[in-house]
Structures are given as structure tokens and as C-alpha cells.
């Protein structure tokens, strides 16, 4: 069995001996240049799990009567996931969580429709109680309906898939890579994780209220930083956007982001999400910023496709499309002269520049919300559905063969997660971790004073120690889908959330980082998820229903 430490070969050596890879213009190929193998990467973006939610038991499913039966292949490795003791004797039976303390107990496929948990910045760090990680269902649990026994207290937190519900996700890991040490960059909510995603950085904001009047902190949305500035820390849609909220407060983010870098460098990259065409008309008669869909899991209510917080590239000056203006072409999808789509186009784009062999280099997929796997809005199972899709779609186009999916996780949506790593104080408002106003230790020879960073918080854009940036948050899946994918493999290389950043620069930008305080700069890498010597892993082809191979 391959060793999980094993390390593919440094990007340096990678561009050496790939170098002739960036002279292709096939369909499978591209005109830019990389240090791998890999000219096209996807990286689909998900909502709202923990990696203990969704891979808490791998590889070993109960395979109940009536569902999609996983079985692992004999050398599967295994994660770092529930022991014996953190599923008959958790520290969440901690008395303080009244009538939701228990143990992490199984959610069976017909559970997939959840209550959607407190995934707040300061409840998460409340719920990690000084690293103890105990108070899970007293800070983030919310009470289920329709359910029995826990699933109707907020022990629902604790509660958790295997692989007879995210069947699909659990064959990817069988038969690609598998990270279970990767963290969502700090803590918080889903306009977080995407910032991060983008920039690897959630200080340097402009608050708005409805009015479009520049206002400070409501340490809510943001916080102030300590340094006269202003750091995100929950879900505030971005400013102008057509479909932002005309009602509530607005924000949008300084500096620079990977689509400023790639567009320096002429690589071409998008973000598609549902919903985003506003010209269109669904089905069911919706248009507009209230397209909607649903699905029976759902029980047929209707979930608006597209949602501004979810879209990072629209908080910023230099890559928002804040009128959702369509591209003048497919073609000219992903190239810095697309009628003023600004690289932000719907999903249904995607899929064309694929059909059209005209797939961009670099490409960000959001679902449309029934199936972006949000609780409440959406689901596994829905989410399967859309995964399998995208991802047997691309295996059988002409650019697998030098394509890498990354799926990955804005937040934890609360659930449970008994790993912890290094965290990075703050004392805003809004920290908890240590106690009211302190997240994270301080260095030995300062005191707290809330308000102020300490020296040993992490920057801001204009490089000084800021507020409102505690982490790590909580461990999210991390997932590598490609022929170059490590085969039935868990790697355990510390990530997070701009360890995809770090990915793109290395492969298209020969290194090259966003500065400004990005957590690139220090993320961990990718590599060792790949193996670009290896004999390129077989296709897998998927039922988008059971979520198990084709025969």
C-alpha cells in the first residue's frame, strides 16, 4: 500500500519536466503554460459540512436494507475520524449542553433534509471551548423536525452521513485523493470561506447600509479590525450586486484576489454559479433574482438558484459583475474580453464552454441552492446529484486527461468535528474561544485589551496584526478527483481553504502570491494529493442517484 507521507515532486521540478505541457492548444490541452500535468482545474465549492459529518466513519458504512451499500476495498486507508471513545463516550455528553448532550449517532439517506446549524464566528469558537470541543449542541446545535430522539434536540449537531447517503463522495475517496486535515481558514460563515477562497484574506472591507452609506462595524457582519479598518466575519451581501439585499447592510472587499493575478498573467478563469443569468426563465416561471428550483428531498419548496453571498469575485471592485451582464460569446467565456461578464457567469456557461471545448484553465462551480449541500436549502443527495453530474461530464470530455476537480467546503455549518488545530488569536468582540474577547494565545509578554491585535494575530492588507480573523475554524472534506489523483489515498498534509489558491499560483503563476496578509503565503500544499509519475487512474462514472459506479 502507498505510504500516505509519500511527496509527489516539488513544483520546481514539476515545471521542469512538464514544461512541454504548455505548449498544447488541443481541446484537452491549453495555450498557458503550467508546472504540472494538470492544464484545466475545477474546483467545485460546496456548502455547510464538517469533515466528521460526511466522513466521520469512512470506510465503514452500516449498509442497512433499502440503501446504496458501500464496501471499501480491503486496502483502504484509514482517516482520522470517530474512535471507540468519541462515539460512546464524547465529550459533547457534556451536562452543559442539557438535552442535547449524546454521542454522534448515525443520520440515516431518509434524514438527508436537516435543520441548518449556528455557524456563526463566535458561537464556533464557543463550541470549541478552549479546544475541549464539548459544547457542540449548547453554541451551534439547532433542533431538527419530523424526526425522533436526538434529531429533535440540538444533539442534532452531533449527528453525521456515511457512505449509504454520501455514496458518491465515499467512492471519489476510494478511487482518488482524500484530505482529513484541512481546515476552514478561520471561523465563521459562508462569505468567509468564500473570501478566503478567493484571497486567502477577510480584512480591508467597506460597509454599506441600505442607503449606500459608508458605515463602520455592527459586529455582526464585521468587526473592527484594530488597525482603523473593518474584517468580515459573517454573511453580508456584496455591495451592488442586482440581487443583494435592498434592505439590509452591504460590504465589499480592498485589495487584490487569484482572478487580479490570473488576469495579469493572461490565464483564462471563471466563476459560474446558479442562478446568475438573469435573462433566463425557469420552468416553473421564475426569472430574474428569484429564479428558483427544488426537488422532492426538499419537499418541493421552492430555493432561490442564486445567492450573493456565495459569489467572492462580486466583492471586489476589480472582478465584480454587479449587473450579471452575460458574456458576448461561449467562446470568449473565461478571457478577459467577454463583453463585461468580468469572469462571473452563470452555470449553465460552464456546461456550454465545455460542450464547446473552450473550457477556461481555472473554473469555480457554485450550485444552484437546492443543491450547493446548505442544510435547510439543500442536502446530500441533491448534492449528489449535481457532483456526478459536473464530474461525469468532465471525465468524458476531451480535457480529463489533463483536468483536476478540487472539492471542497466554504464552512462547517456548526456540525461537529472533534479535530482542532493551531489557532491564530484575535480579541474582537466577537472572539470566544478562550473567553469573552480572546481567541488564540497571546504572546507570553502581552495582556489581552480587547480591540487590540495582539503582535501575533495575523495581517491585514496593509500588513499590520488585525482583529476578526480567528483560526483555524473547523475541519472541512477535501477532495481530489484527476487521472494524476493519489489512487485510494489519505493524505494528512495540514490545508486550508487558500491551499487552492496556492495550487493555482504554483501551477500557473510560478509562485506567485497575492501578499496583502493572503493565508497562501503560509497554506499548506496540494502536492502530495497528486502523483504525476503515476500510471493515470482509471475513469469513475457514476449513478447520480445511488452515488455508486456504473456497471
Not at 464538517?50 to 484509514?78: C, M, Q, V, W
Not at 490570473?262 to 438573469?278: H, I, S, Y
Request: glycine residues 10%; hydrophobic residues 30%.
Amino acid at each position: 500500500m502507498r505510504q500516505n507521507t509519500r511527496k509527489a515532486a516539488s513544483t520546481i521540478l514539476l515545471s521542469m519536466l512538464f514544461a512541454a505541457h504548455g505548449d498544447s492548444g488541443s481541446a484537452s490541452g491549453s495555450n498557458e503554460p503550467t508546472a504540472t500535468p494538470i492544464k484545466h482545474l475545477v474546483v467545485i465549492y460546496g456548502e455547510n459540512q464538517s469533515f466528521d459529518h460526511y466522513f466521520g466513519t469512512y470506510p465503514h458504512a452500516l449498509n442497512p436494507k433499502g440503501e446504496p451499500i458501500f464496501r471499501a476495498s480491503p486496502l483502504t486507508p484509514e482517516v482520522n475520524g470517530f474512535t471507540y471513545a468519541l462515539l460512546h463516550i464524547n465529550p459533547n455528553l457534556n451536562p452543559a449542553n442539557g438535552k442535547g448532550a449524546g454521542n454522534p449517532f448515525r443520520l440515516d439517506r431518509s434524514q438527508a433534509l436537516t435543520s441548518d446549524q449556528n455557524h456563526d464566528y463566535g458561537p464556533e469558537q464557543q463550541a470549541f471551548d478552549k479546544g475541549k470541543m464539548d459544547l457542540f449542541p449548547e453554541y451551534t446545535g439547532t433542533a431538527g423536525t419530523g424526526g425522533t430522539g436526538q434529531f429533535e434536540t440540538t444533539g442534532l449537531v452531533l449527528g453525521y452521513y456515511d457512505g449509504n447517503t454520501v455514496t458518491a463522495l465515499w467512492n471519489y475517496a476510494q478511487h482518488f485523493a482524500l484530505n482529513d486535515n484541512s481546515f476552514g481558514s478561520q471561523f465563521g460563515p459562508s462569505t468567509v470561506g468564500a473570501l478566503n477562497l478567493a484571497s486567502g484574506q477577510t480584512n480591508g472591507a467597506n460597509y454599506y447600509d441600505p442607503t449606500g452609506k459608508k458605515i463602520g462595524a455592527d459586529n455582526d457582519a464585521v468587526v473592527d479590525d484594530g488597525q482603523g479598518g473593518l474584517t468580515v466575519i459573517g454573511d453580508p451581501d456584496p455591495y451592488l450586486d442586482a440581487c443583494a439585499t435592498t434592505t439590509g447592510d452591504t460590504a465589499e472587499k480592498l485589495g487584490q484576489n487569484i482572478g487580479d493575478l490570473l488576469n495579469k498573467k493572461g490565464v483564462t478563469w471563471g466563476w459560474f454559479q446558479g442562478g446568475f443569468n438573469l435573462s433566463l426563465k425557469n420552468s416553473n416561471g421564475t426569472t430574474g433574482c428569484s429564479r428558483s428550483s427544488t426537488s422532492a428531498v426538499l419537499n418541493n419548496v421552492l430555493q432561490k438558484d442564486y445567492v450573493p453571498h456565495h459569489e467572492p469575485f462580486q466583492y471586489y471592485p476589480s472582478t465584480r459583475n454587479p449587473k450579471h451582464t452575460n458574456p458576448s460569446s461561449v467562446a470568449a467565456v473565461g478571457t478577459s474580453h467577454d463583453g463585461g461578464a468580468n469572469h462571473q457567469y452563470d452555470l449553465d456557461y460552464f456546461s456550454a464552454a465545455l460542450d464547446a471545448n473552450n473550457l477556461p484553465a481555472v473554473s469555480f462551480l457554485k450550485a444552484r441552492k437546492y443543491q450547493n449541500a446548505h442544510p435547510a436549502n439543500s442536502d446530500p443527495l441533491d448534492e449528489q446529484t449535481f457532483l456526478v453530474t459536473v464530474i461525469n461530464a468532465l471525465q468524458e470530455s476531451n480535457y480529463w486527461e489533463s483536468t483536476a476537480v478540487i472539492l471542497a467546503y466554504d464552512d462547517s455549518d456548526g456540525w461537529y468535528d472533534h479535530v482542532q488545530h493551531v489557532i491564530k488569536p484575535s480579541t474582537s468582540a466577537e472572539d470566544f474561544f478562550l473567553g469573552p474577547n480572546e481567541c488564540g494565545p497571546l504572546n507570553s509578554h502581552e495582556k489581552l485589551t480587547p480591540g487590540t491585535p495582539p503582535s501575533n494575530a495575523l495581517p491585514g492588507i496593509n500588513g499590520k496584526p488585525v482583529n476578526g480573523r480567528c483560526g483555524y475554524g473547523p475541519r472541512l472534506p477535501l477532495l481530489v478527483i484527476s487521472p494524476y489523483a493519489n489512487h485510494n489515498f489519505v493524505d494528512h498534509t495540514l490545508t486550508d481553504q487558500s491551499s487552492i489558491i496556492k495550487f493555482i499560483e504554483d501551477n500557473w503563476l510560478n509562485g506567485e502570491r497575492i501578499g496583502q496578509g493572503s493565508y497562501d503565503a503560509i497554506a499548506g500544499s496540494l502536492e502530495n494529493m497528486f502523483d504525476f509519475h503515476q500510471k493515470p487512474t482509471t475513469k469513475l462514472i457514476l449513478d447520480p442517484n445511488t452515488g455508486n459506479p456504473v456497471n
